[in-house]
């Protein structure tokens, strides 16, 4: 018996109050004017599965407003502290509890909506990312310049055979005009800021563009402190 119960799936707080109110799915979706489908997904936080994340905000709203969610019970699936309850009502308790209801569905959207909006952003940021390093040339297409600017040749020649270990074509390794470059980044000439990008992002480090020079394909990474990996 104890193995059954915790194999059962635990139910959104959202599931529970539309249980607490014996309604199936079938009618709290009637209610609220959803379809079945849309009242699973919010029911188990598949929020992703509207169309936008404004249209999961307005279902998510027409839902708790449909299942006659109050102040309290809101605050309580938002997972806020709830007051205790007055001893008497008036006009102005009235429009606090409104307020309060207003105030609880906000917290409950973010609970629910705004994650999926913020894991939509990733992916969108990610999938445009991939598409622009999809246009470059390749790694071995570009030629590296590796300066030491830092004074530790040995550190320079582990970022120069870091770079060469990711398919570019290494130039050089010689000495920088100067020993206190402050930390390490990758610089480019025209036409070659998303190449430079892309490699600073491998290196985790910045970018800085060079004050001349029109070849996108020739990136110059002046090597400063150790710091990880990269330096």
Sequence with gaps: MELATALAPKRSALAQARLQRQLPVRE???KAGLTEDEVSWLEEGRVYRFRSPDDALLALTLYTTALGVDHREARVLAGLPVPPKPFEANPRARLLVLAGVAAAVVA?????????RAEEQARAAEAARLAVEAKLPKPWEIGVDILNGNGDINHTRVVASRIGALGYHVARVARANRFDYPQTAVYYERGGKAAAERLARQLDVGTRPLPGGDDPRRLVVIVGPPRGPAG
């Design 28 to 30: 709290a979706a009637a």
């Design 108 to 116: 409950l959207v973010a609970a629910f909506v705004l994650p999926g």
